[in-house]
C-alpha cells in the first residue's frame, strides 16, 4: 500500500462518495463513523447526535460488537469529555482519556480506551453531533502510539463534508414526511367527496329496498339494482381516489354528461327531485373540470342530506372562457358562519380548496329558512 498524502486523498474522496450516497440519516450516520474509523486506522468510532435533554438523539458506534453494544448498556449522556466537545465545539486530541481531569470512568462492559481524538460536526452556527475515536492502530513496539495534528486535520475535513450529508439526508427526510402528509390529506378529501356520497346513497337505496320487499317486491328489485349499480360507482371511486385517476366518466363522457348522469342517479336515490340543466359550456381544462364535478357532488350530497329540500337544481353555464356551476336548494339553509366558527367540516373545507386550488372562487349563500346555493366559477383555458 502507498503511504503519504496521496493515500489520505483517496481514502478521504471514497469516504465522501460513500456518504454522499446515503439519503437515510441513520445510513449517512454508519457511513461517516466507518468512514473515520477506517480513515484514521483507529480501534472505535462512535457518532453521538445530541437531543435538547443531555442525552443522545442517535448513537452509532463501530469497532464494538452487537453483543458488547448491548452488554454495555443505556447510552451514554452528555457529560464528561462528550459534553465538553459539544458545548465547545472544540476538537480534543488526548494521549490518554483516562487520564484527563473530566473522565468520568466507564460502564463495565466498555471497552478499554487510551488515546483518543474527537471532534464536533457544524454546520453553521449549529453542532450537529461529534465524532469519537479511540486507540490508533499502529506498532505498538515502543510502547504506546496515538491520534497526530495530521489525524485530526484529516478528521476535520471529513467532519465538514459529514456535516452537509447529514444536513442533506434530513431535509431528504423532512422533505418525505411532507410528501406522505399531503398525500394523506388529499386521500382524505378524495374518498370524503367521492366514495362517502356514494356509499350514502347506497344506504337510503337499500334501506328503501328493505322496506319495499314485501309489499312490493317488483320496486324492491328495482332499488335493489339500484344498490348493486350504486356499490359498482362506489368501488370505482375508491380505485380512482387511491390511484389518484380522474374520475372516469369525466374522460369518456366530459363535465357536462357526467353531471347530468349524476344528477339522474342522485335523482332516483333519493325522495328529493334533482335536476340538471347546461347551457353553452364546453370542455374546461381538465383539472378544472374535475374540481366542478367534486364541488358539484359535494354540494349535491350536503343539500340531499341536511337541507330536507324538495327539489335541488344543478346548472352549469358559460361565463367568459370558463364556466359557473350553481347547486341550488330549497332546503331549511345555514348560516355559514356559525358554521364555520363551530370547526372544521370536510365538506365546505374541501370544496374551498377545490375552487382556489384551480383558480376559481366558491360562494356560499345560505340562511336560515332560506335554502342554499353552492355557486363555483372557474376561469377555463
Ligand atoms: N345544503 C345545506 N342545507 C342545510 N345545511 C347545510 C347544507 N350544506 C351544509 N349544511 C350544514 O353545514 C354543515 C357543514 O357541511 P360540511 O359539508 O362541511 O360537513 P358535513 O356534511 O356535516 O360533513 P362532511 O365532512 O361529511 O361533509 C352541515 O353539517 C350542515 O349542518
Ligand atoms: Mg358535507
Not at 478499554?112 to 449549529?126: A, K, N, V
Not at 374520475?247 to 332516483?268: F, K, M, N, Y
Not at 341536511?306 to 352549469?316: D, E, N, R, Y
Amino acid at each position: 500500500m502507498s503511504q503519504g498524502p496521496r493515500s489520505g486523498l483517496n481514502a478521504v474522496s471514497s469516504a465522501l462518495l460513500a456518504m454522499s450516497r446515503h439519503l437515510e440519516v441513520r445510513d449517512v450516520l454508519k457511513t461517516i463513523v466507518a468512514s473515520a474509523r477506517e480513515l484514521l486506522d483507529a480501534e472505535y468510532a462512535a457518532l453521538g447526535v445530541p437531543d435538547d435533554h443531555g442525552g443522545f438523539a442517535q448513537f452509532v458506534v463501530d469497532g464494538v460488537s452487537d453483543e458488547q453494544w448491548k452488554a454495555i448498556g443505556p447510552l451514554p449522556r452528555q457529560h464528561g469529555i462528550l459534553a465538553a466537545m459539544l458545548q465547545k465545539a472544540e476538537p480534543e486530541r488526548l494521549a490518554d482519556v483516562r487520564e484527563d481531569p473530566r473522565f468520568e470512568g466507564w460502564p463495565d462492559a466498555h471497552p478499554d480506551m487510551s488515546d483518543f481524538l474527537g471532534l464536533p460536526i457544524r454546520y453553521g452556527d449549529e453542532t450537529l453531533g461529534a465524532l469519537f475515536l479511540a486507540n490508533k492502530r499502529c506498532p505498538r513496539i515502543e510502547g504506546r502510539c496515538g491520534f497526530t495534528a495530521d489525524d485530526e486535520e484529516l478528521l476535520g475535513i471529513l467532519a465538514q463534508h459529514a456535516a452537509i450529508a447529514l444536513t442533506n439526508a434530513r431535509l431528504y427526510e423532512r422533505s418525505r414526511e411532507l410528501t406522505i402528509a399531503e398525500e394523506r390529506s388529499r386521500l382524505a378529501h378524495e374518498l370524503h367527496d367521492a366514495v362517502s356520497q356514494k356509499l350514502f346513497s347506497l344506504r337510503l337505496t337499500a334501506q328503501a329496498a328493505a322496506a319495499l320487499v314485501d309489499r312490493d317486491p317488483s320496486r324492491a328489485k328495482g332499488e335493489l339494482q339500484q344498490v348493486a349499480a350504486l356499490a359498482a360507482e362506489a368501488a370505482d371511486e375508491l380505485r380512482a381516489a387511491v390511484v389518484e385517476l380522474r374520475p372516469a366518466a369525466l374522460d369518456e363522457d366530459g363535465l357536462v354528461a357526467t353531471l347530468r348522469t349524476h344528477s339522474q342517479v342522485l335523482h332516483r336515490a333519493h325522495s328529493a327531485r334533482v335536476t340538471f340543466d347546461s347551457n353553452g359550456v364546453r370542455a374546461l381544462p381538465a383539472a378544472q373540470e374535475e374540481a366542478m364535478l367534486r364541488v358539484a357532488q359535494e354540494a349535491l350530497h350536503n343539500a340531499l342530506r341536511h337541507s330536507g329540500a324538495a327539489s335541488v337544481a344543478v346548472t352549469l353555464d358559460k361565463r367568459g372562457a370558463g364556466a359557473v356551476l350553481r347547486v341550488t336548494d330549497d332546503g331549511k339553509g345555514f348560516d355559514p358562519q356559525v358554521i364555520r366558527r363551530a370547526g372544521r367540516h370536510l365538506g365546505l373545507v374541501s370544496m374551498r380548496d377545490r375552487a382556489s386550488g384551480v383558480g376559481g372562487r366558491l360562494t356560499v349563500d345560505s340562511a336560515p329558512g332560506k335554502g342554499t346555493t353552492i355557486e363555483m366559477e372557474v376561469p377555463g383555458g
